[in-house]
């Protein structure tokens, strides 16, 4: 099996070819090289040389991905999905495919089809195409703005619960001040993390759809909205921690969902960069 790095963020790959695009960051299949036994580099396009005979088609039975090679790739680089959901088919090679293959090309990005473009990312394809915007959108996804935006929340969302449990067992007004605060800033960072992610999706996966996706998009909406619910709740009435059993119970019970859907959208994202 052939090691492939990809140049821009150093991620390894095993497999017959690289991917058409790096999973990490989203670079096209020409800036990975092969590393030999000798630690030689040599670029993809130099190095690719089609082997006569039958080869298989893999697709991907998430989002529909097709990768060609002895065996699929560690994980489908447009939805994340694991080698186990690869299906194959055997197809032969012919004369004038393998004459094609010979000369170097830019590989394409995936189109994704009319079925699984949303809605979303058809309406902001206009801007994202558009001069400085479009420019600005690359610089995001190539220096990995969403992890770094989304690591905010999904950082001060533990410690905000923690706060919130400890002033209301101590009474503390000062723990409570901080559970405040930080949940406001979480409030803040929300619409950071949502624009970065739509910027990252359309960017690195073209907008298609899978599971993944739209559990990190409904978990994200969840935080975002209960962050909003428990930051006002707090404004109006601050003394919250201090109230009775019920409603001390109800607001805990709100943190904690909030918590659960920031880990369960953080470990969907673990799997489009991870094993």
């Not at 601050?238 to 909030?258: D, E, M, Q, S």
């Amino acid at each position: 099996m052939k090691k492939w790095k990809c140049i821009v963020c150093g991620y390894i790959h095993h497999g017959y070819k690289p991917p058409i695009k790096c999973p990490v960051c989203g670079a096209a299949q020409k800036k990975f090289v092969l590393i030999t036994d000798s630690g030689e580099q040599i670029p993809f396009e130099g190095s690719e040389k089609k082997e006569s005979g039958s080869l298989k088609k893999w697709r991907c039975t998430v989002c529909g991905y097709i990768h060609k090679g002895i065996e699929p790739p560690e994980k489908c680089p447009v939805c994340g999905a694991g080698n186990n959901k690869f299906e194959f088919i055997t197809v032969m090679v012919t004369e004038h495919e393998q004459k094609a293959d010979k000369k170097p090309e830019t590989p394409k990005k995936p189109q994704a089809s009319k079925k699984t473009q949303t809605n979303v990312i058809s309406a902001l394809t206009p801007y994202l195409n558009n001069g400085h915007v479009k420019n600005l959108s690359q610089i995001i996804t190539q220096y990995h703005g969403h992890p770094i935006a989304v690591h905010i929340p999904n950082g001060v969302l533990p410690l905000t619960f923690l706060f919130t449990l400890l002033a209301i067992v101590f009474s503390s007004k000062s723990l409570a001040i901080a559970a405040k605060c930080n949940m406001i800033f979480v409030c803040i960072s929300m619409p950071v993390v949502i624009l970065t992610g739509l910027i990252d999706w359309y960017n690195r996966f073209e907008g298609k759809m899978s599971k993944v996706f739209a559990t990190k998009m409904v978990c994200a909406a969840i935080v975002t909205f209960l962050s909003l619910v428990i930051a006002i709740w707090w404004l109006v009435q601050p003394n919250v921690y201090l109230a009775k059993t019920g409603i001390i119970g109800f607001f805990t019970f709100l943190n904690l969902i909030n918590l659960l859907a920031a880990a369960v959208a953080g470990w969907f994202g673990g799997k489009l960069v991870f094993k």
